[in-house]
């Protein structure tokens, strides 16, 4: 996946363009819940291929400091006007959510045999993370 071209749809979706500054792309949204700016900076990691370009996301609002580093996959949608910066390593995935309107979640370390386990048989706090991260698993981009 190239995750450049996948910054071209959170641009289109969020109507924003990226700044660049040497390796890092920026953008700030608002929270129209609470009308606070939430900057979000994508940090290209150095690699060996296309193929394995890897980014550290970092995303800043009032409130708190959000990190993902190692994200290797982002998935963008119209559909649920959100964007996915997907983390993968052995069994586990992480996964940070902003949405268009500027809510944000960070799921860590989620054994990925839960995003195909039955639902009902989970706890509400491992549901939520299933259910969040289990569009990562199919096409959902557009």
């Known amino acids: 996946m190239n995750l450049r071209s996948e910054l071209n749809k959170i641009e289109e979706l969020l109507g924003v363009k990226f700044s660049e500054n040497e390796r890092t792309l920026s953008l700030k949204i608002m929270n129209l819940k ?11 990691e150095e690699s ?8 550290l996301v970092s995303v800043y609002t009032n409130n708190c400091h959000l990190q993902l580093q ?3 996959k982002i998935i963008v949608s119209s559909m649920l006007e959100e964007m996915i910066f997907v983390s993968e390593s052995g069994n586990f995935i992480s996964g940070m959510i902003i949405s268009k309107q500027g809510d944000c979640s960070l799921y860590s370390n989620v054994d990925k045999k839960t995003l195909s386990s039955d ?8 549901l939520l993370s299933a259910i969040a991260l289990s569009v990562t698993e199919m096409d959902i981009s557009n």
């Open 34 to 44: 609470n009308n606070s700016p939430i900057s979000i900076d994508v940090d290209f």
């Open 48 to 55: 060996v291929s296309p193929e394995e370009e890897h980014c």
């Open 70 to 72: 190692n994200c290797n």
């Open 119 to 126: 639902f009902t048989t989970l706890s509400s706090e491992k």
